[in-house]
């Protein structure tokens, strides 16, 4: 089985001020530059 997103959905902003949104990203998918941060322990 194989699960996908459409590629809208897939390239769309997000609400950045969300509670689950811990780390306030503004689209869905973005690069990552830091590693080093935890956002899991909070």
Do not use: C, H
């Not at 809208?8 to 950045?16: A, L």
């Amino acid at each position: 089985m194989l699960w996908v997103r459409p590629a809208k959905m897939f390239f769309e902003e997000i609400d950045y001020t969300r509670k689950d949104n811990i780390t306030g990203q503004k689209n869905r998918f973005e690069l990552v530059d830091d590693l080093s941060i935890d956002y899991t322990k909070k």
